[in-house]
């Protein structure tokens, strides 16, 4: 008899959301035999937190593809790195469906979900996926992306692209919303082959990384965001710039 599992996954880290809804086969503990990539959706923010379009895209991808909630086996997510707010609220949303409903919760990396979008299939298996941190930082991930799957070649990080490009050996396909900013200093760099920048995740990708983790799954409580840098706040970026005064006129 076939072991079958359903999973909703979802990712809302960078500025589009990604959806995707797949059937997977021969579940053991490992990799899945077997995998289908039912439906997925990719939204623009335009301009929003793509976090704020979540709820009624993952009514309207169910809802297409005639099932229910309570069909689900398990939902998993993107748990960053990416845009604080929308990795907050995809895990949150995550989580209520996986205690809701008693189903297991599995955690992706937003940056495999990046690695494994769709290039032409001359493209490098080797692929650094690259997100935008702000403070002439990125997030990046380097991974293996094939048939069988989305393998981290080493642990993801935050900081300086100089950094990143330091150890790096070709050939490498750089993709990414990290891309664009510095497209220049990519191209020039004699292991990387191929440089797309990519507004985020696409749902193949996010189905295509998400199929490897099923022996990762857990209790939905355990979901947790993996941020890689501490929030502006926890660095003192918003502190004030002088030192605070009460005011005459305030008790």
Request: glycine content about 10%.
């Amino acid at each position: 008899m076939t072991d079958s599992r359903l999973v909703l996954t979802l990712d809302a880290s960078t500025p589009r959301l990604a959806l995707a809804l797949g059937r997977l086969s021969d579940a053991g503990e490992t990799v899945p035999a077997k995998h289908e990539f039912i439906a997925g959706e990719d939204v623009s923010a335009r301009g929003r937190q793509a976090s704020s379009a979540l709820q009624e895209r993952l009514s309207a991808i169910v809802a297409g593809a005639g099932i229910t909630p309570s069909d689900l086996d398990a939902v998993a997510c993107g748990v960053g790195p990416g845009m604080f707010t929308g990795v907050r609220v995809a895990i949150a949303t995550a989580k209520g469906i996986a205690l809701g409903l008693g189903i297991p919760a599995i955690g992706v990396s937003t940056l495999a979900a990046v690695a494994a979008t769709p290039l032409t299939e001359d493209a490098p298996a080797t692929r650094l996926a690259l997100l935008d941190a702000r403070r002439s930082e990125v997030y990046a991930g380097l991974y293996r992306v094939d048939d069988a799957g989305v393998v981290a070649l080493q642990d993801d990080t935050c900081g300086p692209l100089e950094t990143v490009l330091g150890a790096l050996e070709g050939p490498v396909a750089a993709v990414g919303p990290g891309v664009e900013p510095y497209a220049d200093v990519l191209r020039e760099h004699p292991a990387v082959v191929l440089a797309q920048a990519r507004p985020g995740p696409q749902s193949a990708g996010l189905w295509h990384a998400t199929r490897c983790r099923w022996a990762t799954r857990g209790d939905g409580a355990a979901l947790a965001a993996v941020y890689l840098r501490k929030s502006y706040a926890e660095l003192g970026i918003h502190k004030p710039k002088r030192p605070f005064v009460k005011s005459p006129f305030v008790d």
